[in-house]
């Protein structure tokens, strides 16, 4: 009886030194090398950057610094594109893309979107990593949110909104000029709002989320990503809607 236990305790242990290698060997460093930062009109994006092969890590966050820096600080799509393609096999880049709309000359309709990567024709893509637990917490300065809502779906080029089982609405707080998005099935949003009489309005978005890799025996992943987004109301010389966007510093509330 006792030789019989013994083989089980041996076969435990060694059970449990094989997952832990395999732990060890699948679990592989995941760097941040920068955002960058493309503006089209009334729409705008931020890609972020993260690689898992360390020799390219100096050499993208060079490219991201040197993009973000470039005369008219705006990043054509090839440009973006040709980049990202030349590190796709070493590299994770969600995208984050807002957009404004003016509804009347106080009210506004903004939108934003969150992609795992997008493809040379700027469609979805399914790259190695994924993101996963996205959230996002967004604040209006001189001015009131109206509606706060989860995105819709694209039916037939429609946007149209879906119904969701099981899934909690989007909350509207600090006397409505702060909300609340809690993504399960979807991973987009929309919210008006008006802007104060003389005043400029802009919407401060901070994302939460972590990252893991789509192969379950790989077990990279990073915990407590945030990503801070302005958008601010601003208009070209010929008066049309040019949104001015910006990044911010995110930081996480601790627990007690």
């Known amino acids: 009886?006792?030789?019989?236990?013994?083989?089980?305790?041996?076969?435990?242990?060694?059970?449990a030194l094989v997952t832990y290698l395999v732990l060890m060997l699948n679990s592989i460093d995941m760097v941040y090398c920068g955002d960058i930062i493309s503006d089209s009109g009334s729409a705008a994006s931020v890609t972020r950057i993260y690689t898992t092969d360390l020799s390219a890590d100096q050499a993208?966050?060079?490219?991201?610094?040197?993009?973000?820096?470039?005369?008219?600080?705006?990043i054509s799509d090839d440009e973006l594109t040709e980049i990202?393609?030349?590190?796709?096999n070493v590299i994770y880049a969600p995208v984050f893309t807002v957009?404004?709309?003016?509804?009347?000359?106080?009210?506004f309709?903004?939108?934003g979107s969150v992609y795992n990567g997008l493809d040379e024709k700027g469609e979805p893509t399914s790259p190695d990593f994924e993101y996963k637990d996205l959230g996002l917490t967004l604040g209006v300065s001189n001015g009131?949110?109206?509606?706060?809502?989860?995105?819709?779906?694209?039916?037939?080029?429609?946007?149209?909104?879906?119904e969701r089982n099981r899934v909690v609405d989007p909350v509207i707080t600090d006397e409505s000029r702060g909300a609340s998005f809690a993504f399960h099935d979807c991973d987009s949003f929309r919210i008006i709002f008006t802007q104060s009489a003389n005043q400029t309005a802009s919407v401060t978005m901070a994302y939460t989320y972590d990252v893991e890799a789509v192969n379950p025996l790989d077990f990279t992943s990073i915990s407590d990503g945030t990503l801070g987004i302005t958008v601010t109301v601003a208009y070209d010389e010929k008066g049309n809607l040019d949104p001015q966007i910006s990044l911010e510093r995110v930081v996480l509330a601790q627990a007690n």
């Open 84 to 88: 990202l393609a030349t590190y796709q």
């Open 99 to 107: 957009t404004l709309e003016q509804a009347d000359t106080s009210t």
């Open 1 to 15: 009886m006792k030789f019989v236990i013994g083989i089980i305790i041996v076969a435990l242990l060694m059970g």
């Open 60 to 74: 993208l966050s060079e490219i991201v610094i040197a993009m973000n820096n470039s005369e008219d600080a705006v």
């Open 109 to 111: 309709i903004l939108t």
């Open 144 to 162: 009131t949110i109206l509606a706060a809502q989860n995105v819709y779906a694209d039916d037939g080029n429609e946007e149209v909104f879906i």
